[in-house]
């Protein structure tokens, strides 16, 4: 059972928005940023944000992240099919001393 | 970009030692700056932090797994290595190595592209 919470799941069309949760606790998200990798099917997780709401260069502007208490959010504009991955939220958590990840979220463009 | 490498046996009995290696080309490995971790992923999906050697061979470990585990690196060779003792089914996974640069806890940016380990008699 993963530290973060996360749906298992989200879908979308093109050309939609779609929000992604990760939930947390005081320990990590609560007192660290949050990061988001995205896992395109049989490939290595990928860098998409970093401190909450920093894009790595490459990143397009639709996608953005943010961060609220223990909670956090990453949202697609313009939903693309190249888009549909498996999404995943992190965040150093200092209680266990360590990184700790969301479950994943699947997303499916319609 | 730096590219990494893992490399290791696919299948370890239980009880014995997981011994993986990642290595680190078209990039600088000893130099400040560059962490450089393990992350597991289940065949659920769920990831899962196993820890990192710095450039000053400085060793951080989950806490969970700092029992059982070993990272060590060999400059010459541009390489880092994972042990982990002991293994058991629950250790079956897609095993990562990962750079982690930026400000703390140094996020990955770069990663191998995985090895299944899978731990069965």
Known sequence: ?110 | QVQLQESGPGLVKPSQTLSLTCTVSDGPFYTGGSYWNWVRQYPGKGLEWIGYIDYSATTYYSRSLKSRVTISRDISKSQFSLKVTSVTAADTAVYYCARGVGEWPYPFDSWGQGTLVTVSS
Request: net charge neutral.
């Open chain 1, 1 to 110: 059972q993963s530290v973060l919470t996360q749906p298992p799941s989200a879908s979308g069309t093109p050309g939609q928005r779609v929000t992604i949760s990760c939930s947390g606790s005081s320990p990590n998200i609560g007192s660290n940023y949050v990061y988001w990798y995205q896992q395109v099917p049989t490939t290595a997780p990928k860098l998409l944000f970093y401190m909450n709401n920093q894009r790595p260069s490459g990143v397009p502007d639709r996608f953005s992240g943010s961060q609220s208490g223990t909670s956090a959010s990453l949202a697609i504009s313009g939903l693309r099919s190249e888009d549909e991955a498996d999404y995943y939220c992190a965040s150093w958590d200092d209680s266990l001393s360590g990184w700790v990840f969301g479950g994943g979220t699947k997303l499916t463009v319609l």
